[in-house]
C-alpha cells in the first residue's frame, strides 16, 4: 500500500504558475504515478501521468503547459504548472498504480490504487 501527501495548492491568477508536490511513502517500488484533478460538480479526469522509467503522458487539456516529474530516491512526485488558466481551477490528487497499461491510465481514473487527499488549485481573473 502506498499512501500519498499533496501539497503546494494554493490560489494564483490565470497566467500564472504553481508548482504541487506529492510525498509517498510506504512501499512504491514498481508504481506509476500520477496527477488527478477534480473541477468543481465535474468527475475526477487524468492530468498527467509518469512511469516507472519516466516516460510520461499529458491529458491534451495540459500539454505544452504542465510538467509532471518524479524523483525516485526521495519518493517524490511534481506538478509544474505553468500559463495557468481558469480552467485548472480544481482538486488536484497524487495518485499510484501498479502494473497494467500505463498510457491509458490518464483516461481511466478508476485504475487509480491508491489516492492522496488532495490540494486545492484555484485560477482567477
Known amino acids: 500500500q502506498v499512501q500519498l501527501v499533496e501539497s503546494g495548492g494554493d490560489s494564483v491568477q490565470a497566467g500564472g504558475s504553481l508548482k504541487l508536490t506529492c510525498a509517498a511513502s510506504g512501499y512504491t517500488s514498481g508504481y506509476y504515478m500520477g496527477w488527478f484533478r477534480q473541477p468543481p460538480g465535474k468527475e475526477r479526469e487524468g492530468v498527467a501521468t509518469i512511469s516507472i522509467g519516466g516516460s510520461t503522458n499529458y491529458a491534451d487539456s495540459v500539454k505544452g503547459r504542465f510538467t509532471i516529474s518524479r524523483d525516485v530516491t526521495t519518493n517524490t512526485l511534481y506538478l509544474q504548472m505553468n500559463s495557468l488558466k481558469l480552467e485548472d481551477t480544481a482538486m488536484y490528487y497524487c495518485?499510484?498504480?501498479?502494473?497494467?497499461?500505463?498510457?491509458?491510465?490518464?483516461?481511466?481514473?478508476?485504475?487509480?490504487?491508491?489516492w492522496g487527499q488532495g490540494t486545492q488549485v484555484t485560477v482567477s481573473s
Open positions: 495518485a499510484a498504480k501498479r502494473g497494467g497499461d500505463f498510457m491509458t491510465w490518464v483516461l481511466n481514473p478508476r485504475e487509480t490504487q491508491s
